[in-house]
């Protein structure tokens, strides 16, 4: 499997919402809610942000939420605060390869 | 829980990439753990997995070049990665896969490994 599709950048100001897609295939993505989100502050280890499509762990904000329809999974982030700022990775399980991951996507706040 | 990654940051072309993943507050019995690098200017990559039990699976991509062991006494699990090049080169993570919710919640912060004569 390739790795699934993210925009490389987005932006967006304080307090306003911005979404970040991740695309795969029928193979992968499209068939199981089994769909991750990170968030990685260079330095630092990733964070869950999360998982099975719209779940989120605890202690992660409500700002985060995420949703799947077809091969397209996205991850939402509503107000928009400074500390956002980081790359955001998607992971879908993709049965023969357990693990796939998108390329990335770095999310700047105006 | 937390994860720390250990080895040597430089490694020879056509040799063996060896990292320790240290796991600390916590028992490594009952999950999984993966190793997962990131390339420079590219996204993650998933590199495979160990079972504390010792049941490991690997992306079919690194398959023929890579090893996962555990060490359950020392609370440790460890990667190998054979006849390495430049594209080796890469962040490796470590990270616990909670398999109730088929994600990873606990991550190293990453070593860097440079492949270069």
């Known amino acids: 499997q390739s790795a699934l599709t993210q925009p490389a950048s987005v932006s967006g100001s304080r307090g306003q919402s911005i979404t970040i897609s991740c695309t795969g295939t029928?193979?992968?993505?499209?068939?199981?809610?089994?769909v991750s989100w990170y968030q990685h502050h260079p330095g630092k280890a990733p964070k869950l942000m999360i998982y099975e499509v719209t779940n989120r762990p605890s202690g992660v904000s409500n700002r985060f939420s995420g949703s799947k329809s077809g091969n397209t999974a996205s991850l939402t982030i509503s107000g928009l605060q400074a500390e956002d700022e980081a790359d955001y990775y998607c992971?879908?399980?993709?049965?023969?390869?357990?693990?796939?991951f998108g390329g990335g996507t770095k999310l700047t706040v105006l | 829980v937390q994860l720390q990654e250990s080895g040597p940051g430089l490694v020879k072309p056509s040799e063996t990439l060896s990292l320790s993943c240290i796991v600390s507050?916590?028992?490594?019995?009952?999950?999984?753990w993966s190793w997962i690098r990131q390339s420079p200017g590219k996204g993650l990559e998933w590199i495979g997995y160990i079972y504390s039990s010792g049941t490991s699976n690997y992306n079919p991509s690194l398959r023929s070049r890579v090893s996962i062991s555990v060490d359950t006494s020392k609370n440790q699990f460890s990667l190998k990665l054979s006849s390495v090049t430049a594209a080796d080169t890469a962040f490796y993570f470590c990270?616990?896969?909670?398999?109730?919710?088929?994600?990873?919640?606990?991550w190293g912060q990453g070593t860097m490994v440079t492949v270069s004569s």
């Open positions: 029928s193979s992968d993505l499209g068939s199981f809610n089994l």
């Open positions: 507050g916590g028992s490594i019995s009952n999950y999984y």
């Open positions: 990270a616990r896969e909670d398999s109730t919710i088929d994600a990873f919640d606990i």
């Open positions: 992971c879908s399980y993709a049965g023969t390869i357990p693990k796939i």
